[in-house]
């Protein structure tokens, strides 16, 4: 086994599995009281993990093998952006200690992922949620998996500096087969829907394009919506932007100055009403009208939002004029990463042949598609 030609000694290790996660809608809203509606995937991250006798850490990756091995220690724990993916399981092994647990000794783990690193599917928040797994069952510290994804995301805010919202951490520890999590993140609260799209898939279409800058690029989206929650909240007994919809934002609008700012307040209250008329849409098995809404959520995050690029919506627009597609839109943060669409399980070829040829004529290089299943939560093997 590879952890034994890495390490030398797979006596008593232990493996497990998180997946990662698609947004079927309610985007960018995780962090504006909104509600989401993501689900977990088959494709996932695998960690083997083995207990060292002194409190060295250390990493392999097969996806980055070319890095070797990797070492650090329970006493060096701080980010360091040389470092590239070993900044996830540590932060997460910071966080812990931060929220009180005692790491005992040191660990060998070896990481493998089938999830493209960087598409926007959270492959960063699929290894904070493996880490935070790990630890919890060989350590025995009782943590439910609703703690594991606060502290991913504890994690990610304070180790890693993205401001993420809870949707990724959430839908990888809580996920459940063939369900998409209907999630209100103003006060955590959550149910379980089941996805049953009868004769249709879920089809990921990962644009190649890496999201390069996005980081300062959210956390500055971020930014603008805090603004313009201050200048509504003058007057107004109001939370979050998840609290108002459409009409009472049309009536109060006017008191956020900026343009732009404007447009993204308004993207952060239509979609979040979006999501809840969407899964409404899904529970009266209106499968047409979830579509239709997944549609205006990419138009919303394309002119109003503004992080889609020349990358997603040709993937979109071009998804859009195939037959047989009941709703496309960018997924996860955007600035690049994938498109998710529902289409037709008769039509699944066309439409990867169709999207797939006019993606690279117009940008010069191929997309990858993914016929994908929703999968379960975190599990250990
Ligand atoms: C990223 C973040 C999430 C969420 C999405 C946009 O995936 O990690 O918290 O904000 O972007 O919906």
Request: charged share 25%; aromatic share 10%; with cysteine.
């Amino acid at each position: 086994m590879k952890f034994k030609e890495v390490y030398g000694d797979n006596t008593d290790v232990r493996v497990f599995f998180a997946p990662g996660r698609v947004n079927l809608i309610g985007e960018h809203t995780d962090y504006n009281g909104g509600h989401v509606f993501p689900c977990a995937l088959t494709l996932g991250t695998y960690a083997v993990a083995k207990k060292r006798k002194d409190r060295k850490l250390r990493f392999y990756s097969t996806n980055f093998y070319k890095l070797g091995i990797l070492e650090s220690s329970l006493d060096d724990l701080r980010p360091d952006e040389a470092e590239g993916w070993l900044n996830y399981p540590k932060g997460v092994m910071w966080a812990v200690e931060k929220k009180g647990f005692k790491i005992p000794c040191g660990l060998d783990i070896m990481v493998s992922g089938d999830i493209p690193s960087g598409s926007g599917l959270s492959s960063s928040a699929s290894i904070e949620i493996v880490t935070g797994m790990t630890l919890n069952s060989l350590f025995d510290f009782g943590m439910s998996n609703q703690e594991l994804a606060l502290i991913g995301q504890y994690s990610e805010n304070n180790f890693n500096g993205v401001n993420c919202g809870i949707m990724d951490q959430f839908a990888i520890a809580m996920g459940r087969k063939d369900c998409a999590i209907f999630l209100n993140t103003a006060d955590l609260s959550y149910e379980y829907a089941p996805v049953i799209l009868k004769g249709a898939k879920i089809i990921i279409s990962n644009s190649n394009k890496k999201r390069g800058l996005s980081n300062s690029e959210y956390n500055e989206r971020r930014e603008e919506c805090e603004m313009a929650l201050t200048e509504l909240q003058a007057g107004m007994g109001i939370n979050t932007l998840g609290d108002l919809n459409e009409e009472l934002f049309e009536q109060i609008k006017m008191a956020i100055h900026d343009e732009d700012r404007r447009k993204r307040a308004k993207h952060a209250v239509y979609e979040n009403q979006r999501t809840i008329k969407a899964v409404q849409a899904l529970k009266n098995n209106d499968i047409a009208q979830f579509g239709r809404l997944m549609n205006e959520s990419h138009i919303s995050l394309r002119d109003d939002y503004e992080v889609t690029g020349e990358e997603l919506d040709t993937l979109v627009e071009k998804a859009w004029k195939v037959e047989g597609v009941i709703g496309s839109r960018m997924t996860g943060a955007g600035f690049g990463g994938c498109t998710v669409s529902i289409v037709k399980s008769e039509m699944v070829d066309e439409f990867i042949k169709r999207v797939g040829d006019a993606y690279r004529e117009k940008i010069g290089y191929s997309a990858k598609f993914y016929v994908v299943e929703i999968g379960s939560g975190p599990c250990e093997l």
